[in-house]
């Protein structure tokens, strides 16, 4: 596959607005053909069992941000995983040893097949794509991330939620031995997450199992996370043994830990300030020091395939 | 040379150089030279400056038991320079903020002070220092007279002004706030429980 690289001239500059447009639109249907061509479980996703291994067979995705991505080192050296320490440079040194095999997910709930599967026959159903998201931290900070992983929507479809499976819930693994930062009563573990069942079936979520074309590094939340790009990183979920279809809302570990400060839905939202900060602007990493920070966009830019999702909803309240 | 010169000459310049070496060391790996700062350098350096300004204040606040409990009677020749050693540290913190974080944007500035109570707290904590480190020159100081002494007592608030900002500033781990709100405590305990034995029957000032 091609992984594109950082370059100083963005696609949007050379080609006019229009074709830019149309070639999207192009892409786009371009892509729901082939999806309809190819024979459900035509691309199994393999995932090597070895670290930062090459991963085959990955399609480009219509979702893709033109920005240009932020280099490994940022993504892979500077984020917040709290089973490996609360530092942003925790996760890289504490996570170096974390053994993602045998790793195994129990799907259960609301769904007519559930089960736990190990990590491998997971993922044969589904496709790798590439999906270039922005990624808006609650904290103010952003990047640009090149993900790995398979639709989040077609991994709920397989599993054929019933009519009373309103949300679906998530859980990280909690394990002491290996996740030192659980030993603390940072968080009350093991961390959890949630989306309505419309957000998950939404065409954006993905769960991610690779960075720039390799098998995702173990302090990006390895063997598979969450990735919700109009959602504030917390909502990203890593490292998932746990996946259950619930009728009731689940709860999700920041908002037990501070609810007045996070909330369920947790969407990007620059007119919603967080208790202590401004969320109007944000600070691209990698940008430099003297870079000026740049206004955050309504649900991070992905208002277009979202916003419906909240038009009954006062987002005000339900931050 | 007698013990004055000494310190004057030899352990004031010696100590002003350890003093401003964590400066010096954010500069460095600001350039890449001494080491490098994470992948969100304004954080970084907003927290170095940060942390240093409550090391310098709980340095500062620590002479006068230390010397008491030491006999070192040659302390309190040190305070002012790390008194104002904590100023630095602390105004660096609020350029950094000013400049770097909130980009001079004077709009987002006056919200912050008055919408988000952690700033304010921190900004009133740069307030006071200032005061203080204007009145640390000599004439200033004799010309204050005792008010001078009255005036200086705000490096208490200061100090818990600045550990209440970083406690209200953590997201969840308030580790390193408690072990400086447990040291402040520590430095005004002792304070407070010699002021109560002092006050004791029995007890005279001695003659000047």
């Given at each position: 596959m091609l992984i594109k690289k950082p370059s100083d001239i963005r696609p949007s500059e050379i080609t006019s607005e229009t074709n830019y447009i149309n070639r999207r639109d192009f892409i786009r249907a371009g892509a729901i053909a082939g999806g309809s061509l190819i024979a459900p479980g035509a691309i199994s996703a393999v995932i090597p069992d070895s670290r930062l291994a090459k991963l085959s067979n990955i399609s480009a995705s219509?979702?893709?941000?033109d920005e240009a991505p932020n280099s490994f080192e940022d993504i892979s050296t500077y984020n917040n995983y709290y089973e490996f320490g609360?530092?942003?440079?925790d996760p890289v040194v504490y996570a170096e040893?974390?053994?993602?095999?045998p790793w195994t997910i129990e799907v259960s709930g609301e769904a007519e097949k559930t089960g736990t599967f190990d990590f491998d026959d997971f993922m044969k159903p589904f496709d790798l794509e590439e999906r270039i998201y922005r990624m808006r931290c609650v904290e103010a900070w952003s990047m640009v991330i090149p993900w790995v992983g398979i639709s989040l929507a077609e991994v709920v479809k397989h599993f054929?939620?019933?009519?009373?499976?309103?949300y679906v819930a998530f859980e990280t693994l909690k394990d002491r031995d290996q996740m030192p930062g659980v030993r603390g009563r940072s968080l009350d573990w093991p961390y959890r997450e949630g989306l309505t069942i419309a957000e998950a079936t939404n065409p954006l979520p993905i769960l991610a199992v690779g960075i720039y074309g390799n098998v995702i590094p173990n302090q990006n939340g390895a063997p598979i996370r969450l990735v919700v790009p109009w959602k504030y990183g917390f909502k990203g979920i890593k490292s998932i043994v746990k996946i259950r279809f619930m009728s009731t809302r689940p709860k999700n570990s920041w908002n037990m830990a501070i609810p007045r400060e996070y909330g369920f839905y947790a969407n990007v939202n620059p007119t919603v300030s967080h208790p202590r900060w401004s969320q109007a602007r944000e600070r691209r990493i990698g940008a430099g020091i003297f870079a000026s920070k740049q206004e955050t966009l309504m649900f991070n830019g992905y208002g277009e395939h979202v916003a419906h999702l909240y038009k009954d909803l006062d987002l005000r309240r339900n931050y | 040379m007698n013990t004055i010169q000494q310190i004057r000459f030899i352990w004031k310049p010696i100590v002003f150089l350890l003093c401003l070496s964590p400066a010096l060391f954010v500069l460095g790996d600001a350039f890449g030279i001494t080491g490098q700062l994470s992948a969100n350098p304004v954080e970084d350096i907003l927290d170095r400056f940060g942390n240093w300004a409550l090391r310098f204040i709980m340095i500062t606040l620590a002479v006068t038991p230390l010397r008491r409990l030491s006999s070192w009677n040659w302390l309190p020749r040190f305070r002012r320079m790390l008194g104002l050693f904590t100023f630095f540290y602390a105004f660096m913190h609020f350029l950094t903020w000013f400049v770097l974080d909130r980009e001079l944007r004077l709009e987002d500035v006056l919200e912050d002070l008055t919408e988000r109570p952690f700033i304010t707290l921190g900004f009133t904590a740069i307030v006071l220092l200032t005061a203080l480190a204007i009145t640390s020159f000599t004439a200033i100081r004799r010309r204050m007279g005792p008010r001078w002494q009255t005036l200086h007592k705000l490096a208490y608030a200061v100090g818990l002004l600045g550990v209440w900002h970083y406690w209200w500033q953590?997201?969840?781990?308030?580790t390193e706030p408690l072990i400086y709100a447990v040291i402040l405590s520590v430095l005004l305990g002792v304070r407070y429980f010699w002021h109560l034995k002092r006050k004791k029957p029995g007890w005279r000032r001695p003659p000047r």
């Open positions: 219509p979702f893709s941000t609360l530092g942003k440079d040893d974390f053994k993602t095999r054929r939620p019933t009519s009373k499976a309103q | 953590v997201k969840k781990d308030i």
